[in-house]
């Protein structure tokens, strides 16, 4: 399957407890063999991502016993495979594929990683392996929310946080379907930014009559869904400039505090707050809608789906990357590449 022998030892990045980028050590271990169901993969890349900023701190939806490998998604080559895979194991030797941490054991973080056959999703020909790295958590999730709001009947929705990754791809895809997204960035400079990537309506959440901006905005456009991934107060500001009938999902926590929503919205004005998790989407999902989604993500990936790459590190800096990103998350995603 592969010509390359697969070595006894691996460098792996390795998180000691759960205290951020400076619990993280480089080390040698073993490279894991599949288990029954399991592939091996040779890692090419992988992000960092605010998941996994939340995951070094212990904030995540779930914790893993420490050491752990840290790293949820990444793309690379299946090079061996274990018992149970069935025909898909077969289909997947020697493949290029994007592929996503299990609950349980080992991230992507490492030279080699094992996941459950079903979390090795194939690339296309045409996705590089860098941008294959970046093709699950961002692009379905920029997939799933539009697909929320479209389904839901809205034409415009609101996004915080918009110069993310992801940001941009809701943007983009949005256009592609019809769908107008208004920005909340809390910049000046991510506003024009913004602009000059033909987003037609983006506030800047710094500016003194912010609300007031957005309260007309909402009311003029009618508009009654925001998508949220700063929490805090930001929710409840959503909420108030929105009209009655209004919804907040929140689906990520980039303020790191809890969300604060006044009652009142709640009761007398029928407003709802809730969340998103990829996860459970796709859990939702039967084999042949996630395969489809998956082949539609793919074909989007070199243009509404593309990721910007800002730097490339080593393993061996693991820690410098991820204070690279934490430093600087606007402009493009930090890459490991243990090739390197
Ligand atoms: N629920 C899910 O299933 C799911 C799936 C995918 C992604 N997400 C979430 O989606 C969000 C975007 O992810 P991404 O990978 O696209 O991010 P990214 O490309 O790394 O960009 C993060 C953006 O957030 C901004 N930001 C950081 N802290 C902020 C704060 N306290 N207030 C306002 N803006 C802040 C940054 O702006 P500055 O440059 O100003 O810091 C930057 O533009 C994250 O919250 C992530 O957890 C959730």
Redesign the pocket.
């Known amino acids: 399957m592969t010509s390359t022998p697969i070595p006894e030892q691996m460098t792996a990045v390795i998180l000691d407890s759960y205290n951020g980028a400076d619990a993280l050590r480089v080390v040698q271990r073993p490279v894991p063999r599949p288990g029954p169901n399991e592939v091996l993969v040779k890692i090419a890349a992988s992000p960092i ?3 996994d900023l939340m995951f070094l701190q212990g904030l995540y939806g779930f914790k893993k016993p420490t050491p752990t490998v840290p790293g949820f998604e990444g793309s690379g080559t299946v090079v061996a495979v274990g018992s149970s895979t069935g025909l898909m194991g077969r289909y997947l030797a020697g493949k290029r594929v994007a592929c996503v941490t299990q609950q349980k054991g080992d991230g992507v973080w490492a030279e080699y990683t094992t996941t459950m056959v079903n979390f090795a999703l194939p690339l296309d020909d045409a996705v590089s392996m860098e941008q294959g790295a970046m093709s699950v ?2 692009p379905l ?1 920029a997939v799933a929310l539009i697909d929320l709001a479209k389904k839901a009947g809205h034409k415009t929705v609101i996004n ?2 918009a ?5 941009l791809m809701m943007h983009r895809l949005g256009q592609q379907e019809g769908m107008e997204v208004v920005g909340i960035v ?2 000046a400079e ?1 506003v024009v930014d913004l602009k000059q990537q033909g987003v037609a309506h983006v506030l800047n959440s710094s500016d003194p009559d912010f609300n007031q901006q957005l309260r007309d905005l909402c009311h003029q456009q009618n508009i009654r869904l925001a998508f949220d ?2 929490a805090g107060d930001l929710p409840q500001l959503l909420l108030a400039a929105m009209p009655a009938h209004s919804r907040v999902t929140v ?5 790191q505090q809890p969300v604060q929503v006044n009652i009142a919205s709640l009761i007398f004005e029928d407003k709802v707050v809730d969340g ?3 996860g459970p989407w796709v859990g939702q999902k039967n084999l042949l809608q996630n395969f489809l989604i998956w082949r539609r993500a793919q074909k989007l990936m070199r243009s509404a789906l593309k990721t910007e790459i800002r730097s490339r590190y080593p393993l061996s800096q693991a820690q410098q990357a991820v204070h690279d990103y934490e430093s ?3 402009g493009g ?1 930090v890459l490991l590449a243990p090739g390197m």
């Open positions: 991502n605010p998941s958590v961002n999730t915080t946080a110069a993310s990754a992801l940001g809390r910049r991510q991934a700063v689906y990520g926590g980039l303020s998103f998790w990829l600087q998350m606007t995603k």
